[in-house]
């Protein structure tokens, strides 16, 4: 192989490693908000038990735990 081919044979698989690494780092990133999304949602749904009308409070907490997951993207 020709030092040039060596050369970019190297820089392709340093590329290679910095996309992974982002790629996983999104993915972490991304179960980490979602994750956050479903924490805050169980609180709500736990805090649903003293409002006036619990079954709203319950599809309000669902909403607002689907609009945040969505916002995780």
Known sequence: MSKSNVTAAIALACLT??????????DE?????????????AQCIDACDLHD?????????QE??????EDCR
Request: include cysteine.
């Open 64 to 69: 607002a735990a689907q609009d945040c997951a």
């Open 53 to 61: 009308n619990p079954v709203e409070c319950d599809e309000d907490c």
């Open 29 to 41: 990133e991304y179960a980490t908000c979602v994750d956050a999304c479903q924490q805050t949602k």
């Open 17 to 26: 490693v910095v996309w992974a690494s982002a790629a996983s780092s999104q």
